[in-house]
């Protein structure tokens, strides 16, 4: 089960961000970028929306089992723009979301994170906290990532699970 903390912060960067779902991919390819805002509209969209596929793409076998301690699961899309890797026996998670927001939202967010610390190396800037990391690139790219369950889920903690997460971020942030 994905923590409730991990909900309200993504909502809340939703409505700092201004994001929405965007058009469905389910439907007919017709919408245009004049249903979509401008072109930078468009292309924060665009980018937003591999948060869908991340967990399939970058929670693989190796990555989980460095991170979860019992690593068999399943990923489950959550949105268009984010993701949770959902272990088998033990209810921990790993969850991805990203957002079109930048440093105005990073800044807005971090009053609702708990003991927020400065991580380097993870796009323009980025912290840790209990729950996970968050991260912001460029004036419209955020990756916020958490991971955790039942105490002693994850084999990772601290900076090292950090770094581990930030990894994700960062390859996120060179996608198109």
């Not at 700092?16 to 779902?21: D, E, I, K, V």
């Not at 805002?37 to 089992?65: E, F, M």
């Not at 990391?133 to 090292?160: H, M, V």
């Amino acid at each position: 089960m994905t923590h409730p903390l991990t909900y309200s912060i993504a909502a809340a960067i939703c409505v700092l961000a201004a994001c929405s779902r965007g058009p469905s991919t389910s439907g007919s390819r017709s919408a245009s970028a004049s249903t979509t805002g401008p072109a930078h509209a468009s292309n924060g969209s665009q980018w937003i929306a591999n948060g869908r596929t991340a967990c399939d793409k970058y929670l693989t076998p190796d990555v989980v089992a460095k991170i979860l301690t019992h690593p068999a699961g399943q990923t489950k899309v959550l949105s268009s723009q984010g993701c949770t890797y959902e272990a088998a026996d033990n209810g921990a998670t790993i969850s991805i979301t990203l957002n079109n927001g930048g440093p105005a939202t990073f800044k807005a967010m971090m009053p609702y994170l708990t003991n927020p610390l400065p991580l380097s190396g993870v796009g323009d800037q980025a912290v840790r906290s209990v729950t996970g990391i968050d991260a912001e690139k460029g004036a419209d790219r955020g990756c916020s990532i958490d991971a955790g369950g039942a105490p002693g889920s994850t084999k990772l903690t601290g900076e090292p699970l950090a770094q581990q997460l930030g990894d994700i971020c960062n390859k996120l942030f060179a996608l198109p």
